[in-house]
Antibody, heavy 118, light 107 residues
Framework: EVQLVESGGALVQPGGSLRLSCVVSGFTFSTYAMNWVRQAPGEGLDWVSGITGSGDTFYADSVKGRFTISRDNSRNTVWLQMNSLRAEDTAVYYC????????????WGQGTLVTASS | DIQMTQSPSSVSASVGDRVTITCRASQDISSWLAWYQQIPGKAPKLLIYTASNLQSGVPSRFSGSKSGTDFTLTISSLQPEDSAIYYCQQVNSFPLTFGGGTKVEIK
């Protein structure tokens, strides 16, 4: 069974930093691209970042230069380092597995809440 | 960036009704479109991938189709458990983008 478990969400002041983690199991981690997708309260889905199995990275314009995605295939873990957080980054952040060799998302974690507020 | 325009924003229908949701891409995305269902308070779930392929375990009353840059999700016979928000997503190019969502309610 595929499982994705996020952690690291918290209340942080604007301008602060946070690191989200996602530990996965149930599939050959190194074979699949991984992503972070967020959802602000009462809003729709917003893709944040993706990373291929070999480490190529992609970002939404709204987070480029502030967020960094990374992975360790030996630890079945993907991270999202978030710096210079803004109020508009407040959201539930989902760790998401890509389907086969596409960027369609077939497995989602339960989400972790990040709140950027003073 | 590719914009995904989803319509309607909400629909109310009776059990057994046929429901259609449309997503229009601002440019050609080939068939690189997925559909997701999100029940409030839960993570989204993949229904359809690459425009018309039914994800494993998804009931056959869900189907997807494409005509040019217009994509359609159809629920052939609405069931109470289909009450949810539905999103389309283009995966043709970065940044990946979602439609605004369609809320499906049961009358």
């Amino acid at each position: 069974e595929v499982q994705l478990v996020e952690s690291g969400g918290a209340l942080v002041q604007p301008g602060g930093s946070l690191r989200l983690s996602c530990v996965v199991s149930g599939f050959t981690f190194s074979t699949y691209a991984m992503n972070w997708v967020r959802q602000a309260p009462g809003e729709g889905l917003d893709w944040v970042s993706g990373i291929t199995g070999s480490g190529d990275t992609f970002y939404a314009d709204s987070v480029k230069g502030r967020f960094t995605i990374s992975r360790d295939n030996s630890r079945n873990t993907v991270w999202l380092q978030m710096n210079s957080l803004r109020a508009e980054d407040t959201a539930v952040y989902y760790c998401v597995k890509s389907l086969s060799s596409t960027w369609q998302f077939d497995s989602w974690g339960q989400g972790t809440l990040v709140t950027a507020s003073s | 960036d590719i914009q995904m325009t989803q319509s309607p924003s909400s629909v109310s229908a009776s059990v057994g009704d046929r429901v259609t949701i449309t997503c229009r891409a601002s440019q050609d995305i080939s068939s690189w479109l997925a559909w997701y269902q999100q029940i409030p308070g839960k993570a989204p779930k993949l229904l359809i991938y690459t425009a018309s392929n039914l994800q494993s375990g998804v009931p056959s009353r869900f189907s997807g189709s494409k005509s040019g840059t217009d994509f359609t999700l159809t629920i052939s016979s609405l069931q109470p458990e289909d009450s949810a928000i539905y999103y389309c997503q283009q995966v043709n190019s970065f940044p990946l983008t979602f439609g605004g969502g369609t809320k499906v309610e049961i009358k």
